[in-house]
């Protein structure tokens, strides 16, 4: 089959069909060249349903989201765009929104996200001129315009933390984000299985996984430096001192990684309620290749 005339994947068409998705996530930095995240990007196509970029998650400004989301179109990878209520007000959060949906961008992140706390940084002034439902709602009307003639609805996902719920814990907080449009959330990196399967059983319990895909964040750690980074740094991230000892103590610290990675994905695979993966690259595809080859969710792509 000819591969340029192939339609392209993306995670709103595997969420719509039920079907178990995978995503990866790249990392920017600053100034980062834009044909070695597009040459990331497609080394990690064959195996994924669509590609994650970070959007200004440290202390510098990146690429415009728009922008990249349009390189990667053009390449036939579907963009998982991520914007957030931080960085712009509400009138340059619509027009970047019109600006997805005129591109074709089948699926957003939004989020409010956090004041950047870095000692040193050269960060800008938080803006928070509208709230992470807000900005879901926004995102939910503009596809109601149908503009140049689309009906398709932008896929709308937001991030949430998992955690051991209390017995009364009733998320009224998601049940909220479903009503105002959110079709899938995404946890922040969690490597506790234990604690994924509590969390989500409660969203099960409670009816969420009707109004919305749940999709778990992790990583093939390649060393204990990064699963320490991940303890100390990120909010929310749950790394079990188990996964650290058996990177400690590895031969081989990369190849230990991608096994736990591919461990642990079969893991949440069989979670019931979980609709999807999504894996942090921390700078090398290929390792998150060989993860979901090892974790043989994925068929070794021709």
Not at 3 to 29: C, H, Q, V, W, Y
Request: include cysteine.
């Amino acid at each position: 089959m000819d591969r340029d005339n192939m339609p392209i994947k993306t995670l709103a068409g595997a969420l719509a069909e039920k079907s178990f998705s995978i995503t990866a996530e790249i990392p920017l930095r600053a100034l980062s060249p834009i044909d070695e995240i597009v040459q990331r990007a497609k080394e990690l196509l064959p195996w994924v349903d669509g590609i994650q970029v970070s959007e200004n998650s440290r202390d510098t400004g990146q690429v415009s989201p728009v922008a990249l989301a349009a390189l990667l179109l053009d390449e036939g990878i579907d963009p998982i765009t991520r914007l957030n209520c931080r960085d712009r007000n509400r009138l340059a959060l619509h027009a970047e929104l019109v600006g997805l949906k005129l591109l074709g961008v089948s699926s957003l992140i939004l989020d409010r996200s956090n004041r950047l706390e870095i000692p040193g940084a050269l960060t800008g002034k938080p803006v928070f001129d509208v709230n992470g439902r807000d900005l879901i709602t926004m995102a939910s009307n503009i596809s109601e315009e149908q503009l140049r003639g689309s009906t398709q609805e932008f896929m709308v996902g937001t991030s949430v933390n998992a955690f051991f719920p209390k017995p009364d814990w009733n998320a009224q907080h998601l049940e909220t984000l479903a009503s105002a449009g959110t079709r899938f959330v995404q946890t922040q990196p969690c490597f506790s299985v234990p604690l994924l399967r509590r969390y989500v059983r409660r969203l099960v319990e409670l009816k969420l996984t009707w109004k919305f895909a749940v999709i778990v964040t992790i990583a093939p750690l390649p060393g204990m430096e990064f699963a320490r980074w991940q303890l100390d740094n990120p909010r929310g991230t749950r790394v079990p001192k188990s996964i650290a000892n058996e990177l400690a103590t590895a031969s081989d610290p990369q190849q230990t990684g991608i096994e736990i990675c591919a461990r642990q994905m079969r893991k949440i695979a069989a979670i019931p309620g979980v609709s999807g993966i999504n894996l942090l690259t921390l700078g090398n595809p290929a390792a998150v290749a060989a993860a979901i080859e090892a974790s043989g969710l994925r068929q070794n792509p021709v």
